[in-house]
């Protein structure tokens, strides 16, 4: 089931002054789908290497993604009039109409007649939780991330092993080997443990609370050796977003489709892209994350938060499915660790360890700007490493926000994405 529509009425629920009404919330996206918007260059990348895949699929996405018989191309105007109507619709008769009321069983009607088995009961059944977030101490910092069926139990679990472990500066073969081994560590606690938080035997919070146990596996972190790593991966299509306001309330945020167009089923009266978090299901039958009812999937999403010693507040996230801990362990240890400035932590050179989309192989991917002296000591350690382009998508779409104690706020954006930061 979709949950981002609940959890955005949720969210505003859960505000302590509702400023601003659901109309208003949305009226900017109502204004840009009827309108349009100038498709960015990685939409129009996105568009064209996706197009043999999708644009034959049962539903709307030739009618409204090509709609001259071919890929959009950048630059070019992208209206979504179906998706207005829609997004007017929540606008005037309220956000639970997407799971109560006409727009759900239209959305429910859509996806049946496209193969779909997800019903109007379906809908009227689905709630957003709300739950605590997870927290672990680290030098300088409380770090803050979401809780299972995500994996911000692995982005939490990489800074704490780090922490644990000696690294003599930014880019530096302690500082990369520690980071990637830290990942190995926390990535087999996530692939072992982290699904739906109601069928885990393992409690989260109370192993970031566990010196000893994180200590334990910071030791296991070999200084010049790798441990071996074959593993299968994680695709994703998925935007992060901050946003810190001028009274210090902080707002770190992912949405996502996972795929690129989610499922590829786009619903011809809504315009709706149907999202494809259930494909991270197994299909085994038990363990941590098998397809059985009423069963949330694991997902990668895990936006970040940092609350520091010193008084700073950062927000800072990524999209990039299994590189997302790994991006924000980059990002956070450049900035808080070493002393970068913000944008600089963004715009070094990044890594990769896994399989990237549409790749065969497993091994840690490095873009061309770091030191080569680096690359040979990281291959003599055990790593198996593949060099990849200066800036490039599969390193992730990055962004932060740091509030400092004065009120000064700083941001930064990733020059391999299509974002930027704003302030009013």
């Known amino acids: 089931m979709a949950g981002a529509v609940s959890g955005w009425a949720a969210a505003l629920e859960a505000s302590p002054r509702r400023l601003l009404s659901p109309s208003r919330l949305l009226r900017d996206a109502i204004q840009y789908a009827e309108h349009g918007v100038a498709l960015t260059r990685d939409g129009a990348q996105i568009a ?27 630059g070019e105007r992208f209206r ?46 689905h709630l957003a939780d709300r739950s605590e977030p997870l927290s672990v101490d680290i030098s300088g910092a409380r770090l803050f991330n979401t809780a299972p069926p995500t994996q911000g139990l692995a982005s939490l679990l990489i800074l704490a092993l780090f922490d644990r472990i000696p690294a003599d500066k930014p880019e530096s073969f302690s500082h990369l080997h520690g980071l990637v081994e830290a990942t190995k560590q926390a990535f087999l606690v996530r692939d072992t443990h ?38 299968s991966p994680s695709a994703g299509d998925t935007t992060w977003f901050g ?13 996502s489709t996972y795929f690129e167009f989610g499922s590829g089923l786009v619903l011809p009266r809504s315009g709706i892209v149907w999202q494809n978090r259930g494909s991270s299901f197994r299909l085994s039958r038990g363990g941590w994350n098998a397809l059985e009812p009423r069963r949330k999937p694991f997902h990668t999403l895990t936006p970040g938060l940092a609350r520091f010693q010193d008084g700073r507040v ?12 790994q991006t924000q362990g980059a990002i956070f ?80 954006c990733d020059p391999r994405s299509d974002g930027c930061v704003a302030a009013w």
């Open 48 to 74: 064209a290497n996706k197009s043999p895949e999708l644009k034959n699929l049962p539903g709307a996405y030739a009618s409204i993604f090509e709609r001259a018989g071919r890929p959009m191309v950048e």
């Open 80 to 125: 979504q009039p179906a998706l207005a109507a829609s997004l007017r619709r929540l606008a005037s008769e309220g956000l639970g109409t997407f799971y109560n009321g006409p727009l759900a069983t239209m959305i429910a009607s859509d996806l049946e007649a496209l193969g779909s088995p997800l019903t109007a009961a379906d809908f009227a059944e």
């Open 194 to 231: 982290v699904g739906d938080p109601a069928w885990m035997n393992l409690n989260p919070q109370s192993l970031l609370d566990d010196s000893d146990a994180l200590d334990k596996m910071a030791a296991r972190i070999e200084s010049h050796r790798a441990l071996p790593w074959p593993r």
């Open 243 to 255: 946003v810190i306001d001028n009274e210090g309330r902080t707002v770190s945020a992912i949405q």
């Open 314 to 325: 950062m927000t800072y996230g990524t999209m990039g499915g299994e590189g997302q801990p």
């Open 333 to 412: 240890s450049r900035y808080a660790r070493f002393g970068m400035p913000l944008q600089q932590a963004i715009t070094a050179p990044r890594w990769l360890l896994g399989r990237a989309w549409g790749d065969a192989s497993t091994s840690l991917k490095l873009e061309d700007r770091f030191d080569p002296e680096l690359y040979e000591a990281l291959r003599k350690a055990g790593h198996e490493v593949e060099l990849v382009g200066p800036f490039t998508s599969q390193m992730g779409h990055a962004g932060a926000i740091v509030r400092h104690p004065d009120g000064l706020l700083e941001g930064a």
